[in-house]
């Protein structure tokens, strides 16, 4: 499974939704909070981007020293209809200052020195050491994923819904049997999905891969693989 540094570090580098609060920065709207772009450096600090303006980089710009503590908070959600679509949260906290000279005209690079890491997703919670989060990698499919699951979703439909004959059991029989299987999650480990019974009853099911997926390609030959043992089962 990956671990929860490469989780958290997943999160930071998606397109998942991210709002940085700031003291002083209350009586801003969401969106104002929000970073046009986020990265993470070689030595884990957060690099994020916002216009020159903005109430962060105000708050930032005013601070004295690197005496302005940050939270980065992130949320996870499917991009398919699923119950419960919050797949995840994040937050990290540390201090925050001004990067000048890094970013475009009109714009403010903040830099958050990292002091504290929390994820609570799907695996379940954790704390997460900063070295540890700075050492982690991304999940090398973060970038694909919304795609990738929202063509399962829509074009494999029948083929997603065969994975419920390698559940066993849990596949379950009469009001109880699986009616709908729908793609949760992708990392290069294996697919996530979730099921739902005719009562509406849902959990979810994970299915791992023969080995880690470096790329595109791999997947495709993962997901052959795993389609051809739902179909044989």
């Given amino acids: 499974m990956p671990s929860a540094a490469e989780r958290t570090r997943t999160l930071v580098q998606s397109t998942c939704s991210a709002t940085l609060v700031v003291p002083g920065t209350e009586g801003a709207r969401p969106d104002q909070l929000a970073p046009d772009a986020r990265t993470v450096s070689a030595d884990g600090e957060v690099f994020l981007l916002f216009p020159a303006g903005s109430p962060p980089v105000r708050a930032a710009t005013h601070a004295r020293a690197d005496e302005l503590p940050a939270v980065l908070e992130l949320t996870d959600v499917a991009p398919v209809a699923v119950p419960h679509r919050i797949r995840g949260r994040a937050r990290i906290s540390g201090r925050l200052t001004c990067a000048p000279g890094i970013a475009a005209p009109g714009h403010m690079m903040l830099r958050l020195e990292v002091g504290e890491v929390y994820v609570d997703d799907l695996w379940g919670d954790e704390v997460v050491d900063p070295d540890d989060f700075a050492h982690a990698r991304p999940d090398?499919?973060?970038?694909?994923?919304?795609?990738?699951?929202?063509?399962?979703?829509?074009?494999?439909?029948?083929?997603?819904?065969?994975?419920?004959?390698?559940?066993?059991?849990?596949?379950?029989?009469?009001?109880?049997?699986?009616?709908?299987?729908?793609?949760?999650?992708?990392?290069?480990?294996?697919?996530?999905?979730?099921?739902?019974?005719?009562?509406?009853?849902?959990?979810?099911?994970?299915?791992?891969?023969?080995?880690?997926?470096?790329?595109?390609?791999?997947?495709?030959?993962?997901?052959?693989?795993?389609?051809?043992?739902?179909?044989?089962?």
Avoid: K, W
């Fill in 140 to 233: 090398p499919l973060a970038a694909y994923e919304t795609e990738l699951l929202q063509h399962l979703a829509a074009a494999h439909d029948e083929q997603v819904r065969s994975l419920s004959t390698l559940l066993g059991h849990r596949a379950g029989d009469g009001p109880h049997a699986v009616r709908r299987v729908v793609p949760l999650a992708l990392d290069r480990f294996g697919l996530r999905v979730r099921c739902r019974d005719a009562a509406g009853a849902s959990f979810d099911a994970r299915f791992d891969f023969p080995e880690p997926v470096r790329d595109i390609q791999g997947l495709r030959r993962s997901m052959h693989t795993l389609f051809e043992a739902a179909a044989h089962d």
